[in-house]
């Protein structure tokens, strides 16, 4: 192997490394399209039918982007294993037998065991033998370790067996009771992360992460059977719904990428009645258990919470209803799949900038509730205000503050004269805090506590107005003021979350005129406020990478110019140094003709 034969192969083994193995862990509410999403990554490229780019005649530098992405993901795609929860749960039901499966799914969907077994018994020979293969299977990776998860029958049992078993599950648990998978299946899941077991409604919290181990042990086997054949692992999660799965992924893979798959909201309440047959009432259940509104305790940690996974996300994708063949969704796989293979292809759009901003301006905040960032720019993406909900400034931040210090009379600027002084405030703060100080303080944690929280309990209330913090919209707007002022009519802004009823007033009296969200279910504060008068600000749900992902995306692992040298073998001549070399042949030349000619006249 020559030297510049082996360039070009120790070229291919760097990004051999991103291209071999990704984790994609899809996010969002029911209906949005993760499944959706996932069954185009499981496709081949033809097969996925992505909008073709471009020849020439470009109008904008995004669409220049998209032709090398697409080039590149032509020549590298690779499909997707699609692991999906639903299945990842029916292995669990296996292992418990079919007369405790329906004695869950009866007590579940209130309906008579009897009634659901006489429906449900065309079913059981095969759910019998496929608990039988799970065991076995179980037995011998348990027996065999590692070297066990090189036999093929667990690709066919796990990819292929399964799959079928949870459809003709769905299909008939849909065909008895409208909902009735989406109940069943919800609810063993929640009891797994609770318990490690589908029907136990105990809390064992070292049981949390069962789910995601189950996930783990897939891609573990994937990755021991590429060993020997050298494939590619590239897994599609479809979908996460608890955050701390997130996090148990994004802890052990690096090249783990939580993707947001999101869609405006009458969309994919649509969707659901369209293709799912489901009613307002249905729907609304189905929101209420993964959006919850107040969760504590046990059911913090095993819930689904969508919003809170929603602003974990590395990348943030809108399923629009585009009507021609999800075209942008497409186009948006295109993009991240090929980044995620070969960073720094391209740059960031002006949009992801200025997320990118705001995300990292969140991380400033001293808020215990909540982190959010803001961006304010001009008309042409030039950043004018940062912001972040905090406390005003000369005020101590929540994160800085402890119980132990106001009832103790120490630290005492960091507090205010109510807090210092009001018996009843103190008195509930003892109640509430004294116990917990000394364990909390254990563990190496500050007790910090949140005065809104304090005041509405003492008031019998929920109200906003107790909160010390500024939100982070607001504080991007008085900065500008503050520090000398400028016109922003016409402005953007750019929010981590997506702007309250009393800073989307302040969003239209200033003039913004388009406003980037990522909470792509808001309150009201989008229908009441943005979305009245004659001068309504467009509103977009961001689509792009944030936080870790930008700089793993965007940030190239070598200069492009040297890998197209390399991979191209590009040796560009110095062409001043070949003219001087002419011009001294010529020279020389010249000066031995001159010489002939002088010899000639000589004779």
Request: net charge neutral.
């Amino acid at each position: 192997m020559n030297m510049k034969t082996a360039s070009q192969q120790a070229l291919n083994n760097v990004f051999d490394e991103r291209r071999r193995f990704a984790v994609l862990g899809l996010t969002g509410q029911t209906g949005s399209g993760c499944t959706t999403a996932a069954r185009l990554l499981a496709d081949t490229f033809e097969s996925m039918s992505a909008p073709r780019p471009l020849d020439g005649n470009f109008s904008n530098d995004e669409e220049r982007k998209y032709r090398i992405l697409y080039e590149y993901l032509s020549k590298n795609w690779d499909s997707f294993y699609h692991v999906q929860l639903r299945d990842l749960i029916s292995t669990f039901i296996l292992e418990d037998g079919f007369e405790r499966f329906l004695d869950f799914s009866s007590r579940t969907l209130n309906v008579p065991s009897s009634k659901l077994k006489e429906n449900l018994q065309e079913y059981k020979k095969e759910f019998e033998a496929l608990e039988n293969e799970r065991k076995s299977i179980k037995e011998t990776v348990e027996v065999g370790g590692e070297e066990a998860l090189k036999d093929k029958s667990l690709l066919e049992f796990y990819f292929s067996k399964v799959p079928k078993f949870t459809l003709s599950v769905k299909g008939f648990l849909d065909g008895f009771l409208s909902g009735a998978y989406t109940s069943i299946y919800q609810s063993a899941a929640n009891n797994i992360r609770k318990s490690g077991h589908p029907y136990s409604t105990k809390f064992i919290p070292e049981n949390m992460y069962r789910l995601s181990q189950r996930a783990n042990k897939l891609i573990k086997i994937l990755r021991r059977q590429s060993l020997d054949d050298g494939s590619r692992v590239l897994v599609c999660l479809d979908a996460i719904r608890n955050p701390f799965e997130a996090s148990f992924f994004k802890e052990r893979y690096a090249a783990f990428y939580l993707v947001a798959i999101s869609a405006h909201n009458f969309e994919r309440r649509a969707r659901l009645r369209r293709d799912h047959a489901l009613n307002d009432i249905q729907i609304d259940a189905i929101d209420i258990k993964e959006s919850p509104k107040k969760i504590s305790g046990a059911d913090y940690f095993i819930s689904q919470d969508i919003p809170r996974c929603i602003q974990m996300a590395d990348i943030h994708i809108f399923n629009e209803e585009d009507k021609i063949g999800l075209k942008e969704l497409k186009r948006q796989l295109v993009k991240y799949v090929a980044l995620i293979m070969h960073p720094g292809l391209v740059t960031p759009s002006q949009s992801e900038r200025c997320m990118q901003y705001a995300f990292d301006s969140k991380l400033n905040s001293g808020c215990i509730s909540r982190q959010v960032g803001a961006v304010v720019t001009d008309s042409n993406f030039s950043v004018k205000a940062m912001g972040w909900n905090d406390v005003a400034q000369g005020l101590t931040p929540c994160s800085l503050r402890s119980a132990n210090d106001l009832l103790d009379s120490e630290d005492e600027s960091a507090y205010s004269n109510y807090e210092r002084n009001n018996s009843i405030f103190r008195d509930t703060l003892e109640r509430s805090y004294r116990g917990p100080i000394d364990r909390i303080a254990s563990q190496g944690r500050p007790c910090s506590f949140c005065f809104k929280d304090m005041q509405n309990a003492l008031d019998g209330e929920k109200n906003q107005v107790h909160t010390r913090a500024l939100h982070a919209e607001e504080n991007a707007f008085l900065q500008i003021s503050k520090y000398g002022g400028q016109a922003l009519e016409g402005g953007i802004l750019f929010t981590t979350a997506s702007p309250c009823e009393l800073c989307s007033k302040k969003a239209y009296q200033i003039g913004i005129r388009k406003i980037y969200y990522v909470d792509p279910y808001p309150g009201i504060a989008k229908d009441q406020i943005l979305r009245s008068g004659n001068k309504q600000p467009d509103l977009v749900l961001f689509t792009g990478a944030v936080g870790r992902a930008y700089q793993q995306l965007f940030n190239p692992i070598m200069p492009y110019k040297e890998e197209v040298k390399i991979f191209g073998d590009i040796e560009i001549p110095n062409v001043k140094s070949e003219m001087r070399e002419k011009i001294k042949r010529l020279e020389y030349e010249n000066q031995k003709l001159q010489r002939r000619l002088k010899d000639y006249e000589l004779d």
